[in-house]
């Protein structure tokens, strides 16, 4: 493989987050196109949920995609949601009780059935961000919550003649569809379901598309 495709994980949860790492969706979309060159892989079906989602629609745009699932989106101009924005406009109050009590608030309003949440499953969330520079990772990895490479991007996807699918929670709390036809207006094509009684914590309005 290539030095990038090899050496590069930067991201979220366990992954690296080093300063100065790029953490937006269009990096993310090189790296994962940079890795499928160096496996010599040109055509190929993508699926990804919530930012992975958004990291799904800019490959398909880029080509060599030949099927779309997209599963409680981020998309459009709806991302970020406000609350990731209330997030941004925060950054300097960033500590280690901050993290607890934001993360917290992030699951128990954002899912459709928070008393599944256990506190275990809570602690797992926060870990990645105990220890001396928990609270600077936390902030690198909020800055790069942002719309860059989504917005203005529907034109180029109402042009994709793939199969495509797009499937959200119809619980989910903060990632509720403020208009089932969303997706079928601004990007004719796709087809999409809600799920009932399905909810993420995804924290954005999501849209709707399906397959020519």
């Known amino acids: 493989m290539d030095a990038r495709a090899r050496a ?3 991201g979220f949860g366990d992954s690296d987050s080093p300063e100065g790492a790029d953490l937006r969706l269009p990096a993310h979309a090189a790296d994962v196109r940079a890795l499928l060159g160096a496996l010599g892989i040109e055509r190929f079906a993508v699926a990804g949920h919530g930012r992975g989602a958004g990291i799904a629609q800019l490959l398909a745009v880029e080509g060599g995609v030949e099927a779309l699932v997209l ?6 101009d709806a991302w970020p949601s406000p609350r990731i924005e209330e997030l941004r406009s925060r950054l300097g109050e960033v500590d280690d009780a901050f993290i607890r009590s934001w993360l917290e608030g992030f699951f128990r309003e ?3 059935h928070p ?9 797992e969330y926060r ?4 220890g001396p520079d928990g609270a600077e990772r936390f902030v690198r990895i909020a800055a790069a919550l942002d719309g860059v490479g989504l917005v203005d991007l529907e034109p180029r996807l109402a042009e994709l003649e793939i199969p495509a699918f797009v499937l959200w929670g119809r619980t989910t709390r903060s990632c509720r569809p403020s208009s089932p ?3 079928a207006t601004r990007c004719p094509g796709p087809r999409s379901r809600s799920c009932p009684g399905a909810a993420t914590s995804c924290s954005r309005t999501p849209p709707r598309p399906s397959p020519r």
């Open 8 to 10: 590069r994980s930067a």
């Open 181 to 183: 036809n969303a997706w």
């Open 110 to 112: 954002g899912m459709g």
């Open 71 to 76: 599963v409680d989106a981020v998309a459009f």
């Open 127 to 130: 870990r990645p961000f105990a």
């Open 115 to 123: 008393e599944r949440l256990s506190e275990a499953d809570l602690e």
